[in-house]
């Protein structure tokens, strides 16, 4: 059946355009866009219309570096329950950390993850590989046999490789093959047993800190590996203002890196933390509220490239302990576009600039052809109203792992549908 959206907000990415408009949905693809928010007279059969009602049209949330459970993990967070959170949120592409027991390190692990993937969830879910085996950092993974299995990058996630010589045969033969790699800038020894950032708060509550340097330190280690090897990088989470210039100079000069930033750390800030509250403890730890607005500021600017959730479930079991010893991550597969709609509310960032770092970008550096809003282009789209206001009850995610930290806030945006390669998989209808 081919599907006419009509009367709806189109938010183009590309054109940075949003517009009032219509939308035609067939054979899994974008057929056609109209300028007027009716589109086509009603003359075939087959043809359903679905008024929007004047609400926002956006292509479907590419979100790079979300963990799932599976294989090793799966009380925390399976690909049915993963896959049913991201369409609930908006999420049609999600691309998988490989942080798993065991980790994703070989084409055996691969297939079987992809084929779970496949079997279980609604939306798609891509995979990216380790870099080195059982991420460990002491030996690089077979990554040419491992994209022949569909990897679509590679990473240790947080095991920072500390080896460099480990490091340059991998990113060497990473550039060699045209493969991306995804580091974490973080230099591991001062972030080793950190919960906060260091400063007058850490010190007030007694808790270990981290200097806001060790990413700069570990962002200016990547970066020479990066001029040595010229493989294609990507930070996945650069959270502070100090490491902004060298990424400025980075991308002035030619490198082929990007960069991305967490949701959480686009919204929340050191003080959120407040009497020892788990759920907000994350890695890299929140940063102070200067941090957090000159990195909304670089994804404005468009220096950062890509904001994601960073999705990771953690049971309650690892969560109720002292904020010391407590796990670190959020699930966010449900609350990314809620909480990125508080950056659309207060001024920082048009509903285009958004859907730029949340779809578009992370489409185009993965070389998929998702993310955008035009003809010929896979119909995974989101319709949602960026001004329902909501209390969030974690009780009510679809995520197995309950681990958020606006359990209890007020929040703006509900997603009302969600179209994968034009089938519907999500309602609040339903």
């Not at 970066?223 to 100079?249: C, N, S, W």
């Amino acid at each position: 059946m081919t599907t006419l959206l009509t009367n709806a907000r189109l938010i183009d990415p590309e054109a940075g355009t949003d517009t009032l408009g219509a939308l035609l949905i067939e054979d899994g693809v974008i057929a056609r866009i109209f300028d007027t928010p009716d589109g086509l007279p009603d003359k075939s059969p087959t043809l359903r219309r679905q008024d929007a009602d004047g609400k926002c049209l956006a292509p479907g949330i590419v979100d790079l570096g979300v963990k799932i459970g599976e294989p090793g993990e799966r009380h925390k967070e399976s690909f049915r329950s993963a896959g049913l959170a991201a369409a609930a949120g908006g999420v049609t592409t999600i691309i998988a950390r490989p942080d798993t027991h065991p980790a994703i390190d070989t084409p055996e692990t691969l297939e079987f993850v992809t084929r779970r993937a496949a079997e279980a969830s609604p939306v798609r879910i891509r995979h990216m590989a380790a870099l080195t085996k059982g991420r460990e950092g002491r030996e690089m993974t077979e990554i040419g046999f491992l994209l022949d299995a569909g990897a679509i990058a590679f990473t240790d996630c947080d095991h920072v490789v500390t080896d460099t010589k480990v490091l340059s045969r991998a990113l060497t033969y990473a550039k060699s093959l045209g493969a991306l790699v995804m580091g974490h800038p973080q230099e591991p020894v001062l972030s080793k047993g950190a919960a906060t950032t260091s400063g007058k708060f850490a010190s007030l509550r007694g808790l270990p800190g981290v200097s806001p340097m060790a990413e700069r330190i570990g962002f200016d280690r990547d970066m020479g590996m990066v001029e040595m090897t010229g493989v294609k990088y990507h930070f996945d989470q650069i959270t502070t203002a100090r490491a902004l210039p060298p990424l400025e100079r980075a991308k002035a000069n030619g490198f082929d890196v990007t960069a991305g930033t967490s949701i959480h750390h686009l919204t929340l800030n050191e003080f959120d933390v407040g009497d020892y509250r788990t759920f907000f403890k994350v890695k890299p730890p929140l940063r102070s509220e200067d941090d957090r607005l000159a990195t909304v500021g670089a994804v404005a600017s468009g220096l950062i490239d890509i904001v994601s959730s960073m999705h990771t479930p953690q049971d309650e079991e690892s969560k109720r302990l002292p904020y010391e010893d407590a796990a670190s991550g959020a699930v966010a597969l449900e609350t990314f576009l809620p909480a990125a709609m508080r950056l659309y509310h207060a001024g920082h960032l048009t509903l285009p600039q958004l859907f730029r770092a949340m779809a578009l970008n992370p489409a185009n550096r993965l070389g998929l052809p998702q993310g955008r809003l035009a003809e010929g282009a896979p119909a995974d789209l989101v319709l949602f109203d960026p001004d329902t206001p909501f209390v969030l009850d974690r009780f009510k995610l679809r995520s197995k792992s309950k681990n958020t930290p606006f359990d209890g806030q007020r929040m703006e945006g509900r997603v009302l549908a969600t179209w994968v390669a034009g089938k519907q998989v999500f309602s609040t209808e339903a």
